[in-house]
C-alpha cells in the first residue's frame, strides 16, 4: 500500500469513528445518540463557527494569542462542552504547525468546585498539548467563602503547565493582590476605561514595577484610533478588538499571515498621525 492510499484509509476510518459521550461535572451526558441531542449539537456547532478573537501586540504586526469567545457566556450544563472544543482548536492550530496561545474564560465558581476541576485537568491532560497555549481567564474575583477554594483550584491548573490571566481588571486593590499572589501572566483592561479615564497610570506602574514581573498587559474592546495610541503610550503589550480585527473561525485564524495584517490595518499608521498631529 503506497503511503498516499495508506493515509487515505486513515482519514476515512477516522471521519467514520462513532462519537464518544462526554459529560459534565454534573454528570449529565451532553452529546447521546437521541436525534435531540445531536441536533443540538449542530446547531451549536453553527453557532460558534466564528467564535475566535484574533490578539495582536500593540503595533499589530504579529498575532500573539485568541480569546475563545463563546466561554465568556456560559451555563454550567455547557462549560466542559465549550472547554473541550476550545482545546480542540488549540490542537488543530498546533498540528497544522500554528502555535497560538488560545485563552479559555473559566467562571470563578467552577474553578472554586473541586469536580469541575477535576474534569478541566483530565482535558487539559488528554489534550497532551505543549505548555504555553492554554490559558485560563478568571472573569471575575470569588466571594470571601470561595477565594481559598479557587485559589486551590488555580494553582491545581497551574501545576499542570496553564497559564492564568485576570479579565476584567479594573485596578483595585484586591485584583492587584489577587494578581500578585497567583503571580498571574496577563491581565486584561478594557479600553472604555482609558476613555472615561477611570483607570490611572499608577495601576500599570504597579504591575511593571519590577522587570522580572510575569505579568503582561492586554486591550481589550480597543475600537477607536485613540484607542491605538494609548495602548503605544501606555505601552500595552497586546491589544484586541474590533479594530484589530473581528472574531474569525478557527480555519481562518491558521491563513492570518503577520505581514500582510500589519500592511492592511497599520499600512497608513492612523495612530502614529494622531500622535503628531494631535487629538482630531
Not at 11 to 31: H, I
Not at 63 to 72: A, D, K, V, Y
Not at 114 to 137: H, K, M, Q, W
Request: charged share 20%; proline share 6%.
Amino acid at each position: 500500500m503506497s503511503p498516499k492510499s495508506r493515509l487515505y484509509t486513515l482519514v476515512k476510518a477516522w471521519k467514520n469513528k462513532p462519537f464518544q459521550e462526554v459529560r459534565d461535572a454534573c454528570g449529565a451526558p451532553w452529546l447521546g445518540l437521541s436525534s435531540q441531542a445531536l441536533e443540538e449539537h449542530q446547531s451549536w456547532s453553527k453557532r460558534q463557527a466564528i467564535s475566535h478573537e484574533p490578539i495582536f501586540n500593540h503595533k499589530g504586526t504579529k498575532l500573539t494569542g485568541s480569546l475563545f469567545r463563546p466561554l465568556l457566556a456560559v451555563s454550567d450544563m455547557q462549560l466542559l462542552r465549550l472547554f473541550m472544543e476550545g482545546l480542540d482548536t488549540i490542537s488543530y492550530w498546533y498540528r497544522s504547525g500554528r502555535f497560538i496561545p488560545s485563552i479559555l474564560p473559566i467562571p470563578t465558581h467552577a474553578i472554586a468546585s473541586s469536580a469541575y476541576v477535576d474534569a478541566l485537568s483530565d482535558l487539559i491532560l488528554n489534550s497532551r498539548l505543549p505548555v504555553g497555549l492554554i490559558t485560563l481567564g478568571m472573569q471575575s474575583l470569588p466571594t470571601p467563602e470561595l477565594a481559598n477554594d479557587c485559589k486551590e483550584g488555580l494553582l491545581r491548573l497551574r501545576r499542570l503547565g496553564v497559564l492564568l490571566h485576570l479579565l476584567h481588571f479594573t485596578g483595585s486593590t484586591e485584583q492587584l493582590h489577587w494578581v500578585d499572589e497567583m503571580q498571574m501572566e496577563g491581565i486584561h483592561l478594557n479600553m472604555s476605561h482609558f476613555r472615561e479615564q477611570t483607570l490611572s497610570h499608577d495601576v500599570l506602574a504597579k504591575i511593571r514595577r519590577s522587570p522580572y514581573s510575569p505579568t503582561q498587559i492586554y486591550a481589550s474592546n480597543v475600537g477607536l484610533v485613540k484607542d491605538l495610541g494609548n495602548a503605544s503610550d501606555w505601552q500595552i503589550d497586546h491589544c484586541y478588538g474590533g479594530l484589530m480585527m473581528p472574531p474569525l473561525s478557527r480555519h481562518q485564524m491558521l491563513q492570518i499571515n503577520d505581514s500582510r495584517i500589519a500592511k492592511a490595518i497599520f499600512s497608513l499608521h492612523p495612530h502614529q498621525h494622531l500622535n503628531r498631529n494631535g487629538d482630531k
